[in-house]
């Protein structure tokens, strides 16, 4: 069947979004892709990047969005098993499905943590925009089964956040360390997660925090 202008337009926007991804995942930064790199990379005519993208800039905030993405995915597999759950058995598995998307997109993640604190106010202001829908989608997730199995109310955007921003921490970390080092920080991830979900149950129970 006969492609539509529309479907080709589309097709050359994804190739040079795949170029690109992978152009990163081989350890490429952002500030260093070029169009003319890209558009090669791709496959196509430097003079068609401009009907994509206005610049690279508006390419790398693509760039990131499909990481994140990718990213989100991901913890959104994970996590219900480990609210549902709710022992560390979950929650170590839940871990490890995060230090497979380290082995596996090393590339990605170093990109949403090298610019999450960078110098452009777009990639920052779109990193922390997928951080916080990560928050909500987990927030959601705890209480749906707060309600669902009668426990008792906990601050659930506050477990929510705390447990997203401290494994987005130790995926920085883990980024350069060996394989023995990264999976002891595994190990001590889990019982920082156990921590913080038994800690929103104890500050429900004795309102002691």
């Known amino acids: 069947m006969r492609q539509t202008r529309a479907q080709q337009k589309e097709q050359t926007r994804r190739k040079l979004v795949d170029a690109a991804l992978t152009m990163i995942g081989g350890g490429q930064t952002l500030d260093g892709l070029s169009l003319r790199e890209v558009a090669k990379q791709a496959g196509i005519a430097p003079t068609s990047f401009y009907s994509h993208f206005t610049d690279t800039n508006a390419l790398g905030v693509v760039l990131i969005d499909e990481a994140c993405l990718t990213l989100r995915q991901l913890m959104r597999q994970g996590r219900r098993e480990m609210i549902a759950e709710d022992n560390n058995f979950a929650i170590r598995q839940s871990v490890l499905r995060f230090v497979n998307y380290l082995d596996q997109n090393a590339g990605l993640l170093r990109l949403i943590v090298r ?93 002691v925090l």
């Not at 997730?141 to 669902?148: A, Q, Y």
């Open 115 to 207: 610019e999450r604190f960078g110098g452009n106010e777009d990639f920052r202001r779109t990193i922390q925009r997928e951080i916080r829908f990560i928050i909500d989608e987990l927030a959601e997730d705890i209480e749906r089964v707060v309600v669902e199995q009668k426990r008792l109310a906990i601050d659930t955007r506050l477990v929510a956040e705390a447990a997203t921003l401290i494994l987005f921490d130790f995926g920085a970390a883990a980024l350069d360390m060996s394989r023995t080092d990264r999976e002891i920080a595994a190990e001590r991830m889990v019982k920082k997660l156990t921590l913080i979900f038994l800690g929103g149950r104890a500050q429900a129970a004795n309102k």
